[in-house]
């Protein structure tokens, strides 16, 4: 089946469902508060954006930051452990969790990559770790590029920022499709939010009802997909010369994790990322997807420990 195909079959689906079911109205934040915000949450202005994020344990900074359409909660496994002996810090980005939309619209990774260096001046940490995956670990490379004196060590989990093999996730080409990105402002069933988890993770028996909801609810936050939209139709120019040599210049020591049944950015794109980096080291999770500090996150995080360590 063609992708266009593919593409108008998942439209009459959607559809189909919407009707069925009812559309999902917008969640308020202060609904959302109730059931994912707890006694460790905190809201912090950042260029006018009320910023959602955690600080727990103390020790030297480590600073989590998540992909697209994820949240701070998609560290919990890593939080809960490295609290213990780290000030673990972790916040929703611009346009997803608790955080929601900027009144700019602007999602590049330079607009990122500037909120993560007025967040980190607004909390007043200079030095940390810095974790990231997906979209989040483009930010954090990119970070660690125009900003590596305060970078001590550098984690990417199956890190953007490369272009790759394979086409892009179905989710994405439909937010660039005009009249079908229109839907997703009221038709967002909890059957699609299942299928791009079942797309990340490599075994579909951790994915739990409770799981679901959270992204889903998380989807629903007032602006937020809207916010998907906007940030689908970046324009990222991965693959240029220019992106490329940014990369080349991370210096800081980095750990490159990879889970060999990402179906989304895929492990070449591990092993390309890895000949580029001057200082990095890649280690593969046989039995893991695109997001193993969520799917896997004992086996991902002792890795992690070692290296932090070492």
């Known amino acids: ?59 030297f900074p480590i600073v989590l930051v998540h992909g697209t359409a994820a949240s701070l909660h998609t560290w919990d496994g890593w939080a809960k452990k490295l609290k213990e002996n780290y000030r673990v810090i972790r916040m929703d980005l611009p346009a997803f969790g608790l955080t929601g939309p900027n009144a700019e619209r602007d999602y590049s990774i330079k607009a990122y990559t500037n909120f993560l260096n007025a967040f980190a001046n607004e909390i007043k940490i200079d030095s940390f770790h810095l974790a990231g995956n997906s979209l989040g670990g483009n930010i954090a490379w990119n970070y660690a590029a125009e900003y590596s004196n305060k970078v001590a060590k550098l984690i990417l989990v199956d890190a953007s920022g490369l272009p790759t093999n394979t086409s892009q996730p179905l989710v994405f080409k439909m937010a660039k499709t005009p009249a079908v990105n229109a839907m997703f402002l009221f038709i967002t069933p909890k059957m699609f939010i299942r299928k791009n988890i079942e797309e990340v993770y490599a075994d579909d028996t951790k994915i739990t009802d409770a799981l679901i909801t959270r992204y889903h609810k998380m989807a629903l936050r007032e602006g937020n997909r809207q916010a998907f939209i906007d940030r689908a139709n970046m324009d990222f120019k991965l693959g240029s010369k220019d992106n490329l040599e940014k990369l080349k210049s991370v210096q800081n020591k980095t750990l490159l994790l990879w889970g060999k049944q990402d179906k989304w950015i895929p492990l070449d794109n591990g092993y390309r990322m890895h000949k580029i980096l001057p200082n990095s080291t890649l280690t593969v999770l046989e039995n893991s997807g695109h997001v193993p500090m969520e799917e896997n996150p004992l086996e991902s995080l002792a890795i992690v420990v070692d290296f932090l360590v070492d």
């Open 1 to 59: 089946m063609s992708v266009r195909r593919k593409v108008l079959y998942l439209i009459l689906v959607i559809l189909a469902i919407g009707v069925y079911n009812g559309y999902y109205a917008d969640i308020s934040l202060e609904d959302l508060k109730k059931e994912y915000a707890n006694e460790h949450s905190k809201f912090v202005d950042v260029d006018g954006l009320q910023v959602h994020y955690r600080d727990e344990g103390s020790g």
